[in-house]
């Protein structure tokens, strides 16, 4: 067995504005740093890496295979109509089996994935005898495989859960709950290094699973320092307002709309001074018809989801994040949902580096309204409008009297110094077992 290989499972590496791409791939250069060779497997969906051993492999459901299909057509295939030809053509040759799926087996679509996972990895262990296996999210599969190639090797396993995998008011099927209840059993019982991302999410998993004791750790994931370093803020001629990120029916802009209206009915002024925009996807049915009723539409721009541009070489994450740096405030959309009290969203990572002032509109999350204050930003009750006018009217004052400068103060939370601790764990690990596997049998 060799000290220096993990065998990485991660559905999404390699994807560029996803999330569960990113808390994996942030950590990749600082594990090879740590004398750690990654060999990751993923699947297709994502960019092949050049820099490590890269295994991208298919599902083998329909329902998994349109999925990742459908990801690789949309990179390769610059037309539209040509794009839903191809992927009509793929569902219509995929439908009695994909309907038969669906019947069947009410799992997320990338659930087969674990198969192609599993054996691809059971031959890399018994060729390259890595250290550790390491699953993360998040799909599950990518856990199932960790599971069964632990057991099955007996190799110490790392899990990273990056979202509460069962909550109060989970809203998937009865199957697939019951399976995600039963592979969070499994993750709390024999993973050697467990770990969530929220105090919460830790906590509701070790009273599910009193077995877990002590190996479950809470990990904060961070990011990195930019790689084209701090872009400098100018103070313009109106007060903007940056929101980054994916929208939804549970995560929207009413609430904060609701507020942005009676702003400016207490203070008009607020019209020619205070500007909205909006960057990733398209607005929710909610967000939609929130803008649609919004009193003073043309405070709103929607610049809708920033991709690679190809006469810079710079990626959509790249162009955001530049973005991010040069707006007023950065808006932190958190959700109104039970599942947000588990989860924080990634993007706040990414804010820190900017060193701009950030508004969070945070759900019952006492660890994330904990880190915004901790860090001299607003957090206030996603679902309070008089208390994000307050908020609001306080940004303005500050922007008037131009108080809403950078902070000066670098990222607390790196991928870095995340990594180095995972690292700690695996090592105390491997030595514990190793220890018991070398003392002498009574």
């Known amino acids: 067995m060799t000290d220096r290989a993990w065998l990485i499972i991660s559905h999404a590496f390699n994807m560029d504005g996803r999330a569960a791409s990113h808390t994996i791939t942030d950590k990749i250069p600082h594990l090879i740093a740590n004398g750690i060779e990654p060999i990751v497997l993923s699947a297709v969906t994502g960019r092949r890496d050049t820099d490590v051993e890269h295994h991208q492999l298919l599902p083998v459901s329909p329902a998994g295979l ?14 539209k109509p040509l794009y839903n030809l191809m992927v009509g053509l793929m569902t219509l040759l995929m439908l009695p089996f994909y309907v038969l799926e669906k019947i069947c087996i009410r799992l997320e679509p990338q659930w087969s994935w674990f198969i192609p996972a599993y054996f691809s990895g059971a031959r890399i ?38 979202d509460p995998m069962i909550f109060a008011s989970y809203e998937r099927s009865w199957m697939a709950y019951r399976f995600a209840a039963w592979l969070e059993g499994k993750i709390c019982r024999y993973a050697d290094v467990p770990f ?3 105090e919460t999410a ?11 004791g002590d190996r479950g750790r809470v990990l904060i994931p961070g990011a990195d320092r930019p790689a084209f370093g701090k872009v400098a803020y100018e103070r313009g001629n109106k007060m903007v307002i ?5 929208l939804s029916v549970t995560r929207n802009l009413e609430c904060f709309l609701e507020a942005m209206g009676r702003l400016i009915e207490r203070r008009p002024e607020a019209r020619e001074m205070v500007c909205l925009e909006v960057y990733g996807s398209g607005a929710d049915s909610i967000s939609a018809a929130a803008i649609a009723r919004f009193p003073a539409p043309e405070m709103i721009r929607q610049f809708g989801r920033i991709e690679h541009d190809p006469e ?10 530049k973005r991010m740096n040069t707006v007023d405030c950065l808006l932190l959309l958190h959700g109104t949902e039970v599942f947000c009290e588990e989860y924080i969203p990634s993007k706040f990572y990414e804010y820190m580096w900017t060193q701009r002032p950030i508004l969070g509109l ?20 996603a679902d309070d409008a008089e208390a994000i006018v307050s908020a609001l009217s306080d940004l303005l004052d ?7 400068a950078d902070s000066g103060r670098d990222s607390a939370y790196t991928a870095q110094a995340a990594t180095e601790r995972l690292v700690a764990w695996a090592r105390d690990v491997e030595v514990g077992k190793s220890r018991v596997q070398s003392a002498p049998r009574k």
């Open 398 to 404: 500050r922007w008037e009297n131009d108080d809403l």
């Open 66 to 79: 349109r999925f990742d299909i459908r990801y690789i057509l949309r990179r390769r295939i610059s037309s």
């Open 362 to 381: 945070v759900w019952r999350n006492p660890h994330l309204d904990r880190l915004l204050r901790e860090n001299h930003h607003l957090a206030v009750e």
């Open 312 to 321: 810079t070489g710079e990626s959509g994450r790249e162009r955001v994040l």
């Open 125 to 162: 262990i018994r060729s390259r005898k890595p250290a550790v296996i390491y699953s993360t999210g998040g799909a599950n599969s990518a856990h199932l495989a960790g599971y069964l190639l632990a057991r099955r090797y007996r190799l110490p396993w790392i899990a990273e859960v990056h």
């Open 196 to 198: 969530w991302f929220v």
């Open 202 to 212: 830790l906590a509701r998993a070790r009273q599910r699973h009193p077995e877990m």
């Open 242 to 246: 940056g929101h980054f990120g994916s």
